[in-house]
């Protein structure tokens, strides 16, 4: 609910659990008054009754008056600690005054308030424009508070987008240039947010290649905080989410817990600031570095949501908004309706570049017969792509590997009751391609400078049209060809020398490029699936969600590694989202052996894939893949759409216990893997969570054997019993069903 009080102009957002509250003050600033939870016993008509007419921020008290809590903090009006918004202006809108000085560009901006409205159709910057429904389209209100400088033609519209049942508000602003002369705006957040004080503990992740989602919780200082990604995609060594909340005062199931997370797949920014006063600040959106936007007269530019909320449940209580959040306000439904996500298989470890039809069709019949859903061919199909030297951008299907085309190989998947997919990576080129000897100039690189190669490839420049254009040619034509259902969408490499004819719009071009392309694939494919890859974890944020039905968390398959990154994934992201696989029993990127069991355990925490070399497999290895498999088919629906309640986590006990739990408790998946377990230690047992009490449960294991039943109120208080055998890699899932 949006209320406004006339008479002491308050703004009041009040949601489930939580309110927003903010005041326009007697010189007309936009001020922040509170955020947090509401009482238990409040009603929906009560409001905070905001200040008196005089803020007591107003007093001009020696280097304390810039403390002011704004709701956009702006250059010039503050300048001591961080702004939410910095902009240059070329000249003055009004005449000068007598004995004004004339220097410029003015670097000052001062926002009063004007007027509020609420809308149902208000969309943030990079909103999807590709058609297709999400799960819940029930119109969503957002307040519009717009700001003027009452002596440059500059407006900004400050957005509240209201999400109740899962206490979210999406935030962004829209810069609108109504004067002559175009506005630089050196730094521009989406929203900049104010917390309680003492709000010092923050979590966050970071890693690298391989080594992504790794959880990291650390105290903040007095000063500044900067988590950031500086490239065109979301980034391996940081992702656009966090959380905060008192130290010692909530944890995995209890206290208040505000979070954040960013609707944007480009160079992004987190900076935490601890005021001397121990106010905390966060202000959250694109990152300033090497890039400005410029507003020309008229237009009107729209920052990416900045995605905030607040727990009363802990960091699951988050992690379960952002994931009800994201499956029902964010993932695109396709056109033949929603379901379940299938099993993939995928033949890049099989047979890498030796591809042929012969040996596609050999994988693609024994994956069927192990119950794969839809068959991936991944890289090595097109152009002279017999190795990663060549070939790349060169989107045509290579007659020395097909030399009939793909059709045949399509109708046969068919045939056997899988769907189609294929492996691409449009934003790449080789330099020994047909694309690029025509285009040398189409590749990101400054004139005069070395063209860095990584993994023999560059970067291709989004910044021109025409580049995106011929592009979105190409890949439509495979799609309508070849009846593709799904594309795996790769980015291999990071950039280097961002030279680009956008200049250092760049940053931006190249993910609107990027969401353009999937915008229009999706609109003029509307049943056409698409899975975002960036060499592993490098894309995944709820930008880019906002276009496809499921990301690869990492390159990483080894099942003890996959612990932690997944553990980490499953903060912010659903396990609907969550491609995992299971690949062979000596792992190729660590050396590690693992059990069919484990590596099954975790992959079919999110959606299952499989990517072994099917056809060196024995007998008695496919009996189990497809025991796994129809397991997995049984409890999927569990672990797409269901709630998360991390029962245990590796920090605490060496073990991870994932509860997937249907939100009207009916079914619930028992998932426990173990990373390390000392000799002569006894891990607790968890009580479960979001069951009935009064309801016996069937409870059975992987291949459906009924281990015993028990009660909704005996497994909420005691849990299950632990066994004796645990040792490192020792799994074990379970299926929980109402009589």
Known sequence: MIHFDAQT???????????????????????????????DDAGEEQVVAGQS?????????????????????????????QTTIKARFPSLSRPLAEGEASHVPIRDLRLRYSEYTIATDSQPGYAPVHGLPVRDTTPRQTLRVVLVDPVQSCTVTACYRLTPEHDIIERWLELENTGRDAITFDHCYSASLHLPNGCTELTSVNGSWAREFCIQRSQLTPGSHVVESRTVTTGHNANPFFFLNNPGSAGEHDGIVYFGALAYSGSWQFTFEQLPTWDIRVHGGYNPFDSTITVVPGDIHRTPAFVTGLSTEGWGGASRSLHAFTRERVLPVPAHGESERPVLYNSWEATAFDLSYENQVLLARTAAAIGVELFCVDDGWFGGRRSDRAGRGDWVVSADVFPEGLEPLVAEIERLGMKFGLWVEPEMVNPDSDLYRAHPDWVLHFPGRPRTESRNQLVLDFGRPEVVEYLFDLLSDLV?????????????????????????????????????????????HPTLEIQSCSGGGGRIDLGILARTDQVWASDNTDAFDRMRIQEGFSL????????????????????????????????IRGVLGIGSSLDSLSQEELDGYASYIAFYKRIRHVIQQGHLYR?????????????YCLPDGSEAVYSLVVETHPVGSFRPDPPLRGLRSNAIYRITDEQGTELESASGYQLMTLGFPGELKEYPGYSRTMHLKIR
């Open 53 to 81: 007419a005089v803020f007591p921020f107003d007093r001009s008290w020696s280097f304390v008056v810039q403390f002011r809590p704004d709701e956009i903090l702006t250059f010039g009006d503050v300048t001591t600690y």
């Open 480 to 524: 309508r060809r070849y009846r593709i259902a799904f594309f795996k969408w790769d980015m291999n490499r990071m950039v280097t020398e961002p030279g680009s004819v956008a200049g250092t719009a760049i940053w931006r071009a190249h993910v609107k490029g990027v969401y353009s392309l999937m915008d229009r694939l999706r609109e003029a």
């Open 572 to 603: 912010a992201y659903p396990a609907r989202t969550m491609e995992a696989w299971v690949t062979h029993e000596h792992n190729h990127m660590t050396r590690r052996v693992t059990s069919l069991q484990l590596r099954f355990a975790l992959a």
């Open 647 to 659: 029962l245990q986590r590796l920090d605490e006990y060496g073990s991870s216990i994932h509860e």
């Open 9 to 39: 102009r308050t703004f009041n957002l009040n949601l489930r659990a939580s309110y927003y509250a903010f005041q326009v003050d007697a010189e007309d600033r936009l001020v922040h008054l509170g955020w947090g939870r509401r009482p």
